[in-house]
């Protein structure tokens, strides 16, 4: 063993962090060199302590566990620690070693250290997401409400309203906000999901349009319509896109 | 459906009472018109609206028979033709018969009994036109009653249901949290762990018989919220402060049973939960006009983003407040500055 494993706790409560403080005194080989009860903290620690592992709760003031993995460049070896359990399934992904239930006993506990253990010391870093993780998915019951965004050096939280519409550019998409312009590193794919589609119309492969920012659909050519947003910007409609419109309107 | 005509005496007795109206009316045409005698005009009105008044009540069956819902119009129009023809053939046939026996020897009205046969037949027909009628009218106003009733019983039925859905529910996220601090504390404080597990325990048994109750004393319900924010302090430190300002004349208040709670969840969850400040939760109860008027406010943090879904526990409380007082608006939610404040009003 070159050197000890970095370990950072995040979660909101004390007592949760205490008695994961008490669980690792028994791996002398870990070294935790932090303990933080919210996720802009706990952002701003892994990113200037660079630990291997965390202890992430998911339900946190400010920026949930997920949200904060979201815009996490590197992600360390992540150990779950929560009492949802609704959250153990479905679209949003996230690779985890382990999710523990609070609240959980010291086996099950050691059980979850060994797992990482094994993978921090065995497989060189870099590869360690492809081997060995489990996936833990949110389930989201609701729909989007929040879209976290990793905007040069700040994080900015946007609340789903201010979203006028969405452009996919390439892998990622581009969020237009009344704020201005957001890449977010998520495909089309996760909104078409995660957003509301009575709110948020698809009307092209490569554009979701906020309704009420719609001003007017308007006939483009023969059989193609463009979307007039209430600022003046234009938007391509296709026809399953004119299609979904249709359903709104109807 | 029993026959109205032998069941219900109201309807019988206005029964006879119409019939004696038309025995009258028979009589002075028979006596003032057509100059027949006393004597026997009065036997005459007599025999024959007697014995049609006896055929009337049975004629109940053959409306009953043909029930609007089971059959075609054309077929019951032209079953009651053939139930009318008969009804009233028989009607003129064992009228004429008592009658030739009872008045013997006056040739006057002999001669006339005869004429008015043709008369007498379409005057049955028209009895029973009008009998039917009146029973597909009872039958169709029973009917009608009934499923008033039913409608009303399926209403009440329904509001059950509502106001069970309605119901404060424990969250479950709040007991694991809970369980897990006191795992904690088995290490770090024994005592306090024990403490926390009475405390729990007092609030899931008060909750749980809470659920059972539709209505409880406002104190009541305090204290159990005191329990609540209590367990709530273990987990969260001194993160919160309660303040409590309830007028006397509040605490023997009868309140639907667990309305605070919903309420104290939400300061908790947006207030403390989301705010890395300190946040004072503030219960107040007082009166205003015909209410009592509950609040239930608490600071947050104005820059945090606030998440949807907040708002089911309030849309709750308003549902089943509109339910038990029948009153809309018995809820108000405010936010001014960084206060977030929800009321409930309870009327006297």
């Known amino acids: 063993m070159k050197e000890k494993i970095k370990t950072i706790i995040i979660d909101d409560e004390r007592l949760a962090r205490d008695i994961i403080k008490i669980y690792l005194k028994k791996f002398e080989n870990v070294e935790l060199v932090a303990e933080c009860s919210d996720g802009f903290d706990g952002l701003k620690q892994i990113n200037e302590l660079k630990p291997d592992l965390i202890f992430l709760d998911i339900q946190m003031p400010k920026l949930t566990g997920f949200e904060m993995l979201e815009i996490l460049e590197e992600p360390p070896i992540i150990i779950f620690t ?42 060189p870093p870099g590869k360690q997401k492809l081997d060995g993780l489990m996936k833990v998915v949110e389930k989201r019951n609701e729909f989007l409400d929040r879209v976290v965004i990793k905007h040069g050096q700040k994080i900015l939280i946007i609340p789903i309203e201010e979203i006028r519409y969405i452009e996919a550019q390439d892998d990622y998409t581009m969020l237009y906000t009344d704020k201005g312009n957001f890449l977010k590193q998520k495909t089309m794919k996760y909104f078409e999901e995660n957003l509301n589609s009575k709110e948020f119309i698809r009307i092209h492969r490569s554009y979701f349009v906020k309704l009420s920012s719609v001003k007017q659909i308007e006939m483009f050519e023969k059989e193609s319509y463009r979307v007039l947003l209430h600022e003046g910007k234009q938007l391509p409609v296709s026809k399953s896109g004119y299609q979904n419109l249709k359903e709104i309107f109807k | 459906m029993t026959n109205p005509f032998v069941t219900n005496k109201k309807v019988l007795a206005t029964y006879f009472i119409v019939w004696f109206f038309i025995f009258l009316v028979h009589l002075s045409v028979l006596k003032f018109f057509l100059n027949i005698q ?95 009628a009146v029973d597909y009218v009872i039958i169709y106003y029973s009917n009608f009653q009934e499923k008033l009733l039913k409608e009303a019983e399926l209403n009440a039925l329904v509001k059950e249901a509502e106001l069970k859905t309605l119901k404060y529910q424990i969250n ?129 943090d104005p820059e945090s983003v606030p998440r949807k879904g907040e708002g089911i526990g309030i849309k709750n409380i308003k549902n089943r407040l509109k339910l038990i007082y029948n009153q809309e608006n018995l809820v108000t939610v405010e936010k001014v500055k960084n206060i977030f404040r929800v009321t409930i009003f309870i009327p006297v």
């Open chain 1, 82 to 123: 929560t009492a949802f359990d609704q959250y153990a399934l479905k679209a949003f992904e996230v690779n985890a070693t382990d999710y523990l239930l609070k609240p959980f006993s010291a086996e099950r506990f050691a059980e979850a250290m060994n797992k990482a253990i094994k993978i921090i010391t065995q497989i």
């Open chain 2, 172 to 300: 479950p996220h709040f007991i694991f949290n809970s369980l897990n601090s006191i795992s904690s504390l088995t290490v770090s404080n024994p005592a306090q762990a024990q403490e926390m597990t009475i405390k729990l325990s007092s609030f899931l048994r008060s909750t749980l018989s809470k659920n059972e109750k539709q209505k409880s004393k406002l104190s009541e319900e305090i204290n159990n919220a005191k329990l609540y924010l209590d367990i709530e302090r273990v987990r969260f430190a001194d993160k919160f402060e309660f303040v409590e300002e309830v007028r006397n004349e509040c605490k023997e208040l009868d309140v639907p049973s667990m309305i605070l709670q919903p309420l104290f969840e939400n300061a908790i969850k947006h207030g403390v939960y989301e705010s890395l400040e300190k946040v004072t939760i503030k219960l107040s109860c007082g009166m205003e006009k015909e209410y009592f008027k509950i609040a239930v406010e608490n600071n947050f």
């Open chain 2, 38 to 132: 006393l004597l026997t005009s009065v036997l005459d009105s007599l025999f024959f609206n007697l014995i049609y008044q006896v055929m009337g009540i049975s004629l109940w069956y053959t409306v009953n028979f043909n029930s609007l819902d089971n059959y075609n119009t054309v077929k019951i129009f032209f079953n009651h033709i053939a139930a009318a023809v008969i009804t009233s053939g028989l009607w003129i046939a064992v009228g004429y018969y008592i009658m030739t026996h009872v008045i013997i020897g006056n040739n006057i009205y002999n001669e006339f009994l005869i004429k008015s046969l043709v008369w007498r037949f379409l005057i049955g027909i028209l009895f029973y036109t009008v009998i039917i």
